[in-house]
């Protein structure tokens, strides 16, 4: 079975700051994984994803992440924050010898964006 | 393209009774899972159909059930309802494989009493 740790319930952070959340991730076999944002009364949208290739990933909004498979690492980073970036985000994988879509969810880390 | 739809939003129930969430893909998606969020247990995987067939089940009792129809509608029950049912319900929809993005609907609060 694979679980997701993200290490950091809440982040605060000032507002053009840069930012790292941190996703670290165990599973037998290997996986494919993802960084989804949750903004208030809505669901899940899709930050990025690696499935294969280069380790670095770039996705929406200015974020990026990096595949460490050494340390079992998916860390999410941006630059700069803002303040429209202030959501909770969750860092998620899915096996590959999976038939389907059955994604398991890190407990989420909330960014908190300030002025 | 019209996104993953969930009705109704918001929902309460008294333990006992049973509920039916609806989630309607995006067009042309085949595959529908529901997962259920929790501020104590976060985001959990209910289960997932393909084709109208259960394709993954997740670690939750025989009160929840799903089903999916011919136009890869879905529906998800939850019989007997408890407390700890509270939650938020999630649906996603993609196309058919696990490279394949999921899109998420915004959801149905159960609040259950």
């Known amino acids: 079975a694979q679980s997701v740790t993200q290490l950091d319930s809440q982040v605060p952070v000032f507002e053009e700051a840069p930012v790292e959340l941190r996703c670290n991730y165990s599973?037998?076999?290997?996986?494919?994984l993802f960084w989804y944002v949750q903004y208030p009364n809505q669901g899940l949208q899709l930050l990025l994803k690696y499935l294969s290739g280069s380790t670095l990933v770039k996705g929406i909004n200015g974020f990026e992440a990096e595949f460490n498979k050494s340390q079992t690492s998916f860390h999410l980073r941006k630059p700069s924050v803002h303040i429209s970036d202030t959501a909770e985000y969750f860092c998620?994988?899915?096996?590959?010898?999976?038939?389907?879509?059955?994604?398991?969810f890190g407990g989420g880390t909330r960014l908190m964006v300030k002025p | 393209k019209a996104g993953v739809t969930q009705t109704p939003r918001y929902l309460i129930k008294t333990r006992g009774q049973q509920v039916t969430l609806s989630c309607s893909p995006i067009?042309?998606?085949?595959?529908v899972s529901w997962y259920q969020q929790t501020p104590g247990q976060g985001l959990q995987f209910l289960f997932e159909?393909?084709?109208?067939?259960?394709?993954n089940k997740g670690n939750f009792p025989g009160r929840f059930s799903g089903r999916q129809f011919s136009n890869s509608r879905s529906e998800m029950n939850v019989s007997t309802l408890e407390l700890g049912d509270s939650a938020l319900y999630l649906c996603?929809?993609?196309?058919?494989?696990?490279?394949?993005?999921?899109?998420f609907g915004p959801g149905t609060r159960l609040l259950v009493l």
């Open positions: 599973s037998s076999v290997s996986v494919y």
């Open positions: 998620a994988v899915i096996t590959i010898d999976n038939a389907g879509n059955m994604l398991t």
């Open positions: 159909y393909f084709s109208e067939t259960q394709r």
């Open positions: 996603a929809s993609s196309w058919a494989s696990t490279q394949e993005t999921q899109y």
């Open positions: 067009s042309g998606h085949r595959s």
